[in-house]
Structures are given as C-alpha cells and as structure tokens.
Nanobody
Framework: QVHLVESGGGSVQSGGTLRLSCAASGYIYSNYCMGWFRQAPGKEREAVAAINSDSKIVYADPVKGRFTISQFDAKNTLYLQMNNLQNEDTGMYYC????????????????????????WGQGTLVTVSS
C-alpha cells in the first residue's frame, strides 16, 4: 500500500505563494490519479487539483490559473504550487491517491471524486491572512 506525507504548509499573507509537497512511499500502481484536496474550517472537503498517470490535469475553478499540480518526480514526490493565495484558500490540504486513472478528470469539479481516493495523507495546514 502507499503511504503519503504532505509538507510545505504555513502562514502567508494574501497574494503570497506556497509549494506543497506530497511524498509517496510504498507501491504506486501504474494507473493512478493523484490529487490535492482541502478542507476549510466548518466546510466539507473539496478537490482542488488532480493529475493522472497520463499527465492529464484538472483544476477546480476557484484555483485555476493560480495553482499548478506537477507529476511525480524521481523521488516520488508530487507538488502543488500555489500562487496569489487568498483568504479563502485557508484550510487543511491533503494529498490523495486514486488507483482509477480517469474518474478524477470527469468528477473533480462536480464533487463526486471526494469519496473515491484509496489513500490519504495526514494533511498540511495553509493559513492565508490579509
């Protein structure tokens, strides 16, 4: 099974940047969709970005143009570059693995993908203040 560990969260001012990392260890299936999710206080978890094993990418509308997800590097680490952070980006950010390659592409935006991933990290906290 895969073990996911997120890092890179922190406190930034509005307009700032952060880069989140997701280090994966263990077995990674050849077909996958890796994603970043977030959960703000008092709100439900939502998907923000996903990349599959074919390097197809999808973003949630609130982050499109500001966040960039990248594929696994040689160290099996996935990244989420977050630029122009806003107060509403505050929340706990989670990395997740889905061993089905394409479902995320069709269902990230409609919210159906949230319940699908097979493995989750413990999360890293992002706080954006004015």
């Amino acid at each position: 099974q895969v073990h996911l560990v997120e890092s890179g969260g922190g406190s930034v001012q509005s307009g700032g940047t952060l880069r989140l990392s997701c280090a994966a260890s263990g077995y990674i299936y050849s077909n996958y969709c890796m994603g970043w999710f977030r959960q703000a206080p008092g709100k439900e978890r939502e998907a923000v970005a996903a990349i599959n094993s074919d390097s197809k990418i999808v973003y949630a509308d609130p982050v499109k143009g500001r966040f960039t997800i990248s594929q696994f590097d040689a160290k099996n680490t996935l990244y989420l570059q977050m630029n122009n952070l806003q107060n509403e980006d505050t929340g706990m950010y989670y990395c997740a693995a889905d061993w089905e390659r394409d479902y995320c592409l069709d269902h990230l935006r409609d919210g159906l993908w949230v319940g699908r991933p097979d493995a989750w990290g413990q999360g890293t906290l992002v706080t954006v203040s004015s």
